[in-house]
């Protein structure tokens, strides 16, 4: 049986795992903008960026496999074509993304340095750590994350005690829906798929002769604490934002604030602490996508450690390049795959919790293809070139949300269930 101890690292190298650069810069900005409604934007950014996450890690403590294990009720195939998409996004825009944060907020500030220099360091101890993976769980869990908390709540405690609590007005028109997609970019969904692997592989290393029903009642233990960790932080990111609302002009960038954040909260120190914070917070998340992607790839070629050592090199080298982008460009273009993977993943992270009487092989593939199917106009209206496309589709309810993919996908559901029982009878 697991201690407290163990589980409490297990949880803590979950968290910082999940946490990386938009769980970090998201959630100021969307409560500056949220104003007096904050925390009905906070639900609705819980929903997507902490609960569908916490869920995806149950299902890989259900499954004990890999990603490649989330689909294979829809078809094998299916399953191989959606674990490629998830770590190619994976391994091109949010690994990158944390270089770039890094550097945009805690080197470029302060040091005349090139991107190419402090990316080409940060991503050869990406690669380090991803070698020696199986001492993850316990740097993650003993010595990163417990520093990621303390100053989060430093400077999120500091900050509420800073402004007086009144909040502005709302700028945003729908603030739950926008919670919900402003979560997409933190990739959450998707890194429980990917980093919920790394989690399991690197438990079955460390822990050789423990059963399965233990390992599963870990993994879910820690889940939860991860999560209502998550949901603590992003709630206090928010708040913070929403009782600034004075202190920042309208067109405020979202590093711009939270730098605003550090400095006011804990003076001219802030923007070192800032800085650490946002180095760990961004390198941990890293870490978990470049091991998680050399861990699928490896397993392609039967868990080949040659391979797995040669793809973490190519995903840290791709993390130099993308990197050198700036992060609202970064955020930009990873809408559109967002717009499309994102319901995918939620589907399938739902479909592999629910009991297994309600999600048979029919249902499954019956309920994916829908949602892919409406998945398709949020797509669509995502790029600017085909969104008059996407107007033809406004019939679907909650489309003009970007979720019209949501009433269609519970529909089959009920109806696939229905017709499964019926069938029996």
Known sequence: MFTKKETLVTAFALFSLFFGAGNLILPPLLGFNSGNQWLIVT???????????????????????????????????????????????????????????????????????????????????????????????????????????????????????????????????????????????????????????????????????????EKKLLIRNAAWFAGLSLFLIYMGLIISGALSHTAFNEDTTRTEILSGLAIQSLGNIGNLFLSILVSLACFTTAVGIVTGTADFVASRFNESQSIYTITAILGSVLGILVGQFNVAYIIAVAIPSLMFIYPITIILILLNVVPDKYASVFVFRAVTITTILFSIPDFLSSISALAPAADTFSWIPLQQYSLGWVLPAFIVFVLSNVYINSTKK
């Not at 900050?159 to 979560?183: H, Q, R, Y």
């Open 43 to 213: 639900i609705g950014f819980g929903l997507s960026a902490v609960a569908i996450p916490v869920l995806g890690i149950l299902a890989h403590a259900k499954l004990q496999g890999t990603l490649i294990d989330f689909g294979n009720k829809v078809s094998p195939t299916f399953s191989l074509i959606y674990a490629f998409f998830i770590y190619a996004i994976a391994i091109a825009l949010p690994s990158p993304r944390t270089a770039s944060v890094t550097y945009e907020m805690a080197i470029q500030p302060y040091w005349d340095i090139s991107s190419w220099f402090t990316s080409s360091i940060y991503f050869a101890l990406v690669l380090l750590f991803a070698l020696n993976r199986s001492k993850i769980l316990s740097i993650l869990g003993k010595i990163l994350t417990p520093a990621i908390i303390l100053i989060l709540l430093l400077v999120i405690g500091i900050t509420i005690f800073s402004f007086p609590f009144d909040f502005g007005s709302t700028t945003i028109a729908s603030p739950f829906t926008n919670g919900i997609l402003e979560g997409y970019q933190t990739f959450d969904a998707i890194g429980a798929v990917v980093v919920g692997g790394v989690i399991i592989i690197s438990i079955n290393l460390k822990y050789t002769h423990v059963s399965y029903e």
